[in-house]
């Protein structure tokens, strides 16, 4: 199964997260205040990515993996549909809603072309899907949630590359420290077994404010 985790964390996997800043577009160009963003920076890039696992994928995305993860494999569809409902109505930007149902709606369809299963037919979001998928496939949920942060952080960081004056190495370097701290946050979020949950106010905004951009390289 390692392989098939190896083939779904590839950034050749065609999902289209390259398509998504997370904000961080938003937050770059321009913070909420009108100012732009002094934090464009090797450590700007090291706070967000933070945030991104303490906050996103800790207190809400890491969670909904985990437990889309044990509802798809218990086969217990009502539960499943309550995590998707409440995983959406927790992100307050349209765009971040419509993001995540199109990536998960990319990846369950093009996993299910690959690795033909019959209960991969309706669409999730993303981190929703990411358990559904890791579940059909015999990949145990802690490894589901750790690959699906790792997705996460490695998009932001491609996205900062493009956005902020940092090169390759010091990108890699961010997310190297940061990937370095996901097994502690996966240990967490695993003792707690708490619903998802979010209180992420600047990213947000970001995440609001990013359509009204004069130009933009990324949908959100």
């Not at 920076?41 to 909904?64: F, M, N, Q």
């Not at 809603?97 to 037919?121: E, F, N, Q, V």
């Not at 240990?187 to 998802?196: C, K, M, S, T, Y």
Request: with cysteine; charged share 20%.
């Amino acid at each position: 199964m390692l392989l098939r985790l190896l083939h779904l964390c590839d950034s050749l996997f065609p999902i289209g997260s390259f398509g998504y800043s997370d904000g961080l577009e938003a937050a770059v160009v321009r913070a909420p205040s009108g100012v732009e963003w002094p934090g464009a920076t090797y450590e700007g890039l090291r706070d967000w990515l933070d945030v991104c696992l303490d906050e996103t994928i800790g207190r809400l995305e890491g969670p909904t993996v985990w437990r889309a993860h044990r509802a798809f494999a218990s086969g217990d569809g009502a539960a499943l549909a309550i995590l998707e409902d409440e995983t959406i109505a927790l992100r307050p930007s349209s765009e971040a809603r419509k993001a995540s149902r199109s990536m998960g709606h990319r990846l369950l369809t093009t996993w299910a072309a690959i690795y033909p299963d019959p209960r991969l037919t309706v669409t999730r979001s993303l981190p929703v899907a990411v358990g559904c998928v890791c579940a059909a496939s015999d990949i145990d949920a802690r490894s589901a949630t750790e690959a699906f942060a790792y997705t996460r952080l490695a998009a932001t960081a491609s996205a900062a590359m493009r956005l902020m004056r940092i090169g390759q190495t010091d990108a890699h370097r961010v997310l190297a420290r940061t990937l370095g701290r996901v097994p502690a946050v996966v240990d967490g979020l695993i003792a707690r077994d708490a619903n998802p949950e979010s209180f992420m106010p600047n990213a947000d905004i970001a995440l609001m404010t990013h359509q009204y951009l004069h130009s933009r390289l990324f949908r959100t």
